[in-house]
């Protein structure tokens, strides 16, 4: 079985920060890319960014490049979204998923197990 759990979302306001973690169980965290995806209410989900099996390549979308860190510990097979200087656009609930290869993907179809979501809001 695979599971992922998000934890570190709250209510934060403008400017602050926030560290997403995704606890991941199952054997192959190390051999797949992780990605982050958020969804706000009435909007399609959006894909945040990914980082490669091992750690080598890390992307973010043009609207958090700059603010959002992604990285990753295989030993703890734990993924994590640093988030800096956040906006009240950032509000969303945040979701972790699994990559199906080593390389990440702008596409959700690349990813075949999701979390629950972890729920951003930040204030102005």
């Known amino acids: 079985q695979v599971q992922l759990v998000e934890s570190g979302g709250g209510l934060v306001q403008a400017g602050g920060s926030l560290r997403l973690s995704c606890a991941a169980s199952g054997r192959d965290f190390s051999d797949r890319a992780m990605g982050w995806f958020r969804q706000a209410p009435g909007k399609e989900r959006e894909f945040v960014g990914s980082i490669s099996a091992v750690a080598i390549n890390t992307y973010t979308v043009d609207s958090v490049k700059g603010r959002f860190t992604i990285s990753r510990d295989n030993a703890k097979n734990t993924v994590y979204l640093q988030m800096n200087s956040l906006k009240p656009e950032d509000s969303a609930v945040y979701y972790c998923?699994?990559?199906?290869?080593?390389?990440?993907?702008?596409?959700?179809?690349?990813?075949?197990?999701w979390g629950q979501g972890t729920q951003v809001t930040v204030s102005s």
């Open positions: 998923a699994r990559g199906r290869y080593a390389l990440g993907s702008l596409q959700a179809s690349s990813y075949d197990y």
